[in-house]
């Protein structure tokens, strides 16, 4: 089996690696600190810090919940954090490390928080991870002071120019953003998350259920629009948010303009195929832009499906009135072969579609992890030159 998906603990580190001040503490052997500390600076072009008690043969056998304590302090006393998040993995799972012990009996020795995530990898996959990660952090979240016109954005893991172009737009509409879980926020902003007024999930996968989670405990409302990528998905979602909120929505800036724009790449793109593999969050809203531009969007392959994705999926093929294939969390190889049948121009994806564009001899725009802006009006005109570029290029 060639799986696009990875591991429980994958998804924790992920999550707290957005966290402002907190640090990841593997328990666990080097191998699983090692690839994924490689592959999230890969993804991210800058060196993330995790750090690791570095299990061995010795500790698997006897146990390491001392070496665990031990740890604890060295890491608050060398890196000074703000919160230490103590992460099981496959192996200290297994053996059945009593973390959550270890975790109160040093608590008062060192001056960072510490919250532990039981996070073995053979667990589930990163979204269990993710899920896992969120529910933890709610649970430390402050009792309710609801503050009108506020919101939070859950599930959003990417930081960079796409989250800061998001808030600039809100500070536009005049909209308080408490906390981003978990890009960006810190400690005290994830505690006083339970004071908005609504919450917005980000990601199919895993907003949806914090938000309903964080709708039961506190009694936030949430929605769940398509995401902002391309002209009509981002006019819809900021429309939406503040319809939530009762307040009016009015025109943001560029958005007239980048509409005019937009219709011209229409003529540039007649006939163009493209493939899309992405998770279901941004795959839906890449499939609207695209028809948007005039390319056909001729075969879809996501790796996660969240509770309304299908839905939100077919209401997007039937208004664009398109027909694509959809390829629900399968491995390389079917992508392929469906792709080979099929001939599209263009792959829209990340890193992983690196062999892919080469096997199939035609160009690859990451729209993953670039450190280009995607969302938004202006991410819009961005996407749509970047696919004219990337096309001529090739």
């Known amino acids: 089996m060639d799986s696009l998906r990875t591991c429980k603990l994958f998804g924790v580190v992920r999550a707290v690696l957005g966290i402002k001040g907190a ?3 593997i328990h666990g052997p080097l191998g699983c600190f090692y690839h994924i500390k490689y592959l999230l600076s890969l993804r991210s072009s800058r060196s993330v810090q995790i750090v690791t008690t570095e299990m061995d043969q010795n500790d698997v056998v006897f146990g390491a919940e001392e070496k665990l304590s031990h740890k604890i302090k060295d890491v608050d006393k060398k890196y000074s954090p703000q919160l230490i998040v103590v992460l099981t993995s ?9 973390v959550d012990m270890v975790v109160d009996e040093v608590k008062t020795d060192v001056n960072a928080d510490l919250i532990c995530i039981n996070s073995g990898g053979f667990e589930g996959t990163q979204i269990e991870g993710y899920n896992e990660c969120l529910s933890v952090l709610v649970s430390l979240m402050d009792e309710p002071q609801v503050k009108e016109g506020s919101i939070n954005l859950v599930g959003q893991y990417r930081g960079g120019p796409d989250l800061k172009n998001i808030k600039n737009y809100f500070k536009r509409l005049d909209i308080d953003l408490i906390s981003v879980l978990t890009s960006g ?15 917005v999930s980000m990601c199919e996968a895993s907003g949806v259920s914090t938000c309903e989670l964080m709708e039961k405990k506190f009694g936030i409302p949430f929605i769940h629009e398509v995401l902002p990528l391309g002209v009509r998905s981002t006019s819809n979602y900021f429309q939406q948010i503040c319809r939530a909120l009762n307040k009016d929505y009015t025109l943001i800036g560029d958005e007239e303009e980048v509409k005019t724009e937009i219709n011209k790449y229409n ?17 839906i809203a890449l499939v609207d832009f695209l028809t948007e531009l005039g390319i056909y969007p001729i075969l879809i392959c996501l790796d996660f499906e969240g509770k309304y994705t299908d839905y939100k999926l077919q209401k997007v093929i039937k208004r664009n009135k398109i027909n694509p294939i959809i390829l629900n969390e399968l491995g390389y190889p079917d992508i392929l072969k469906y792709a080979k049948d099929l001939k599209p121009d263009i792959i829209l994806g990340g890193m992983a579609e690196i062999e892919l564009s080469r096997e199939l001899k035609i160009p690859l725009l990451d729209v993953m992890h670039a450190q280009t802006v995607t969302l938004g009006f202006n991410g819009a005109l961005e996407v749509a030159k970047n696919i004219k570029k990337t096309l001529k290029d090739y």
């Open 267 to 283: 003529k540039i793109f007649k006939g163009k195929k493209a493939l899309i593999v992405a998770g279901a969050t941004r795959a």
């Open 90 to 98: 496959c192996a200290s799972s297994i053996i059945g490390e009593n």
């Open 23 to 25: 640090l990841p503490l």
């Open 185 to 199: 926020s810190t400690l005290q902003d994830i505690k006083n998350a339970s004071n908005a007024a609504l919450n």
